[in-house]
């Protein structure tokens, strides 16, 4: 397993740290200068701290060993909080799309530059933010991490749109140009529209992984080869592949010779077991059952797991 727990940490704390800080920089501004699309981002913001803060609590009960209670180990902790921060960009994109709608039909206010400028900065420091979430989620293989990660780029959206829409009131109030005060509640509804698609995507990834769902079928194609790999595997009569939180969990039944004895049937698949490890360190467990197989016979076992009344 590649999960370097503590380094995870420490880019989730940078998250929280970053979402605070501009939690409060969009409320403050969005209040002094009356710019309802920054409030709403400043309140999606709010929302990502709570998010993060669930990230940090998943990611140390993920990094703890297996005990009498959770012999799995506590790997699906962070595809509980990738579905809980789903949850919440959810949340936050329909509040979003509920403050442009309004914005649409409330009373024309003025736009400052400054709350422009918050927008602005706001947008350039996510996508930073972004990067760094993102390279530190594919270096320790955190699933947490990928769905803050997640979360940053829908943010850079939601600025973004902010920021398109205050400069382009700005800019109209200025000239005196028709309609250009519509362009921030327009650019809001847009981008709910992509927040809501983000969350979507990674909500039914975790609700997979919840499920006990299969790897994809590219990745269980390399789990085969590797067993296949070895000529004493005659064939693989069940090969499953789940993820555990960050790790995968592989079980198999295969057929060998029926002229092998204990030792050479226990070293065969410790050596599979190996080989599996060395060449994905993403796979924390591989189950292996023996069948014999005969030259002449080739007995046929069910591919999955046989119904209890068939017993």
């Known amino acids: ?34 710019s309802t699309a920054l409030v709403a981002d400043g309140v999606h913001n709010g929302g990502d701290v709570i998010a993060s803060i669930a990230t940090i609590g998943s ?40 403050e442009a709608v309004k914005a649409l039909f409330g009373p024309i206010s003025s736009v400052s530059i400054w709350a422009f400028a918050a927008a602005l900065v706001s947008a350039v420091w996510k996508w930073f933010l972004y990067v760094y979430t993102k390279k530190s989620a594919d270096r320790y293989h955190s699933k947490s991490l990928h769905a803050t990660a997640a979360d940053h780029l829908a943010d850079i959206y939601a600025s973004i749109a ?7 009131s700005w800019i109209g109030s200025i000239l005196h140009i028709p309609y250009t005060h519509y362009g921030d509640p327009v650019a809001g509804i847009v981008v709910s529209i992509l927040i809501l698609r983000i969350a979507i995507i990674m909500i039914i990834k975790a609700t997979n ?8 079928e590219t990745e269980q194609e390399n789990y085969r080869k590797v067993f296949l790999s070895f000529q004493e595997v005659k064939k693989i009569d069940i090969l499953r592949a789940r993820e555990q939180g960050n790790v995968v969990l592989i079980d198999a039944q295969i057929r060998i010779p029926a002229s092998f004895n204990i030792q050479e049937g226990d070293d065969l698949t410790e050596a ?10 993403n796979v924390e467990e591989v189950l292996i059952h023996i069948n014999p197989w005969y030259k002449d016979k080739d007995l046929i076992e069910p591919d999955s797991v046989p119904h209890l009344e068939n017993k």
């Open 1 to 34: 397993m590649t999960y370097e727990g503590p380094k995870a940490l420490f880019a989730a704390w940078v998250s929280l740290v970053s979402n605070l800080v501009l939690t409060l920089i969009k409320i403050i501004f969005g209040l002094i200068f009356h």
């Open 59 to 98: 990611m140390k009960l993920s990094n703890h060993p297996a005990d009498r209670e959770h012999p799995y180990g506590h790997g699906k902790a962070e595809d509980i909080s990738t579905a809980f921060i789903s949850i919440i960009l959810i949340g936050a994109a329909s509040f979003l799309t509920y």
């Open 162 to 168: 902010a920021a398109l829409g205050l400069g382009i």
């Open 209 to 216: 992984v919840l499920m006990e769902s299969s790897v994809d």
């Open 272 to 281: 599979i077991r190996t080989k599996m490890l060395r060449n994905y360190p």
